[in-house]
């Protein structure tokens, strides 16, 4: 079973940066996919970035493509989404996703962590 927790969300002013980290435990192996996804009250799950440890495949929806900045330490077993230049859209309950499995999908992981907020406001 693997455990995901992140954390770093927080309330911060447009154009503001914040850093997310998510830390994992419990894989059985090196070959997994992990990604951020958000959810913005009354909207569905976005997901927001990804890279997959088993085919090398990265992802970033468009929405933050230049902003946002995905990053790990696989022997930590930690990944890090750095987001710059925030907006108030990316207001949202960002979360932190697992799977065994190639690619970057945007649906159908296994695992999840529990969210942190991030609120961006003036």
């Known amino acids: 079973q693997v455990h995901l927790v992140e954390s770093g969300g927080g309330l911060v002013q447009p154009g503001d940066s914040l850093t997310l980290s998510c830390v994992a435990s419990g894989f059985t192996s090196d070959y997994y996919t992990i990604g951020w996804f958000r959810q913005a009250p009354g909207k569905g799950r976005e997901g927001v970035s990804c890279?997959?440890?088993?085919?090398?495949?990265?992802y970033y929806a468009d929405s933050v493509k230049g902003r946002f900045t995905m990053s790990g330490d696989n022997a930590k077993k930690m990944v890090y989404l750095r987001m710059n230049s925030l907006k108030p859209e990316d207001t949202a309950l960002y979360f932190c996703?697992?799977?065994?499995?190639?690619?970057?999908?945007?649906?159908?992981?296994?695992?999840w962590g529990r969210g942190t907020q991030v609120t961006v406001s003036s």
């Open positions: 996703a697992t799977d065994y499995r190639p690619g970057c999908p945007l649906r159908g992981y296994a695992y």
């Open positions: 890279i997959s440890r088993s085919d090398g495949t990265t």
